[in-house]
């Protein structure tokens, strides 16, 4: 078990202020190997997990650093979302937007907890690329600086990111305003900077996962998950299907669905917890649960997208 830990120190690049501090992450690491090597052992697993940069963090400490999805109050939504409408809607059995170039590579949000912001950002992205179609990657940091309905690193909510775009007349780019996983300031100069504006925003309606595919197959959806489980915490492939609940703590962006061989259903999502976690990034996760209404960790109970604006910038 050391030589297996000294090699993910070395793949991980992990540096310890002391043989203490180092012996309390073998401990910590030793458990979590053991309970994926467990967990995959179970008969019928959908999904299969593995070691990434998480394995020397007990649950709790992986829950407070890399979550961050905040249920805004009713004075904090301060613009009201347009109506999704039902009529002339229609959905492929599959979408995948990664393959219409609507999806720029995964990021990380390292130990900030701003997935509230990357969440939203991705899908304006998304959006951004099949209006105009240009394919921007946009900053998450203007949203942690700006966004006073949020709470930077400490969370927030992508319905209050889209609020502040739409305020903003419009987002600048990541190149512009770079990402740095830090409580800033507003920077005024470069938040003046707009790559790519909207003009509104939708929230599907809630615990309607027909409603939710027919959002997908326009564009790349915001949700809010559970992600509080060891299994979530060390997914490597699969489709996940639990155990979860459904108490939102961490924000993701939905950019397709589809159905494995076996004939089970699973939305697509793009994570911001870097590229060595999950598929690339990706999990594959269950969709349609039997008697589930929530969706699988209560994806369903709040996705919203926003209106790309006609035109390049404000």
């Known amino acids: 078990m050391l030589v297996e830990f000294e090699k993910w120190v070395s793949d991980y690049g992990r540096v310890y202020e002391s043989e ?12 979590n190997y053991e309970y994926i090597q467990e967990k995959n052992k ?8 593995g070691l990434n940069e998480f394995a020397d963090l007990t649950n709790e400490e992986f829950v407070a650093r890399y979550t961050g999805a905040l249920p805004p109050t009713d004075a904090d939504l301060t613009i009201p979302a347009e109506p999704f409408k039902f009529e002339n809607l229609s959905a492929p059995a599959s979408i995948d ?15 900030c907890g701003s997935c509230w912001a990357f969440s939203a950002v991705a899908s304006i992205e998304g959006a ?32 209050n990111a889209f609020q502040w775009v739409i305020s903003n007349r419009g987002i ?14 507003c920077n005024g100069n470069l938040a003046s900077y707009r790559a790519a504006s909207i003009t509104g925003y939708v929230n599907v309606p809630q615990y309607n996962e027909m409603a939710l595919m027919y959002a997908v197959a326009m564009q790349p959806v915001s949700v809010a ?20 609940g459904n108490t939102l703590n961490h924000a993701v962006t939905i950019i397709g669905y589809g159905v494995a061989g076996n004939g089970m259903k699973y939305w697509i999502i793009k994570n ?30 709040a996705p919203s997208y926003p209106i790309a604006s006609p035109y390049a910038s404000a």
């Open 172 to 185: 600048a780019t990541e190149a512009y305003y770079p990402y740095s996983g830090t409580n800033g300031f």
């Open 272 to 301: 911001s917890w870097g590229p060595t976690w999950g598929v690339g990034g990706y999990m594959y996760i269950q969709k349609e649960v039997y008697n589930l209404p929530a969706g699988l960790c209560g994806l369903a109970m």
């Open 20 to 31: 203490t501090e180092k012996s309390k992450r073998f401990n910590i690491f030793k458990a």
């Open 97 to 111: 937007w990664r393959s219409y170039g609507a999806v720029t590579p995964v990021k990380n949000q390292g130990s």
């Open 225 to 244: 998950l559970e992600a509080t489980s060891t299994s979530f915490q060390f997914y490597r492939g699969g489709i996940y299907s639990g155990p979860c």
């Open 128 to 159: 951004v690329r099949l209006r105009k179609g240009t394919l921007l990657s946009l900053s998450e940091q203007e949203l942690v600086d700006c966004v006073t309905t949020c709470n930077k690193c400490s969370g927030g909510w992508p319905a």
């Open 42 to 49: 179970e008969p019928g697993l959908t999904y299969t997990l």
